[in-house]
């Protein structure tokens, strides 16, 4: 039985499919579905969990090389939550693109990990290193 880490298994069998340069999606509550790609849904309530918690947790688990995250996450964003998804992506390289040129990346990813997050556009593209 897995006491430490990422204890999902869905989760667990998602993160451990993905290869070098492979992208995983972590998304908010309100992103858009795609039938063609593995969804695991973690929603439960409003902002549980967030992105943020998700992102975290990952990060223990593969070597994230490269990220995208929408424009309008900064204009639509504080300070203080622009700086801990800074915090959490330390030491990765960061893109932004427009909103809509960043949901055409989704499509070939891995899979898509869905949040119950209400924080806007805090969607996130991850790419293993």
């Known amino acids: 039985m897995l006491q430490t880490g990422l204890l999902n298994p869905r989760v667990l069998d998602l993160v ?14 309100g992103f858009p579905f ?22 975290r947790a990952l990060r223990g688990n593969f070597t994230v090389g490269k990220a995208w995250l929408a424009q309008e996450f900064r ?3 504080s300070r203080r939550t ?7 992506l330390q030491g990765v390289a960061v893109a932004f693109e ?8 989704v499509p070939s990813a ?5 949040t119950g997050d209400t924080t806007q556009y ?8």
């Open 98 to 105: 427009p909103h809509v040129q960043f949901k055409t990346r």
């Open 34 to 55: 795609w039938p063609q790609l593995e969804t695991v849904d973690l929603s439960l309530v409003d902002d549980v969990p967030t992105v943020l918690q998700v992102l």
């Open 75 to 77: 204009t639509a964003n």
């Open 16 to 29: 451990a499919r993905v290869r070098h340069t492979n992208t995983l999606v972590i998304a908010d509550r």
């Open 82 to 88: 622009q700086r801990q998804f800074t915090t959490a």
């Open 122 to 129: 805090a969607n996130v593209i991850l790419e293993s290193a």
């Open 110 to 114: 891995i899979g898509l990990i869905r």
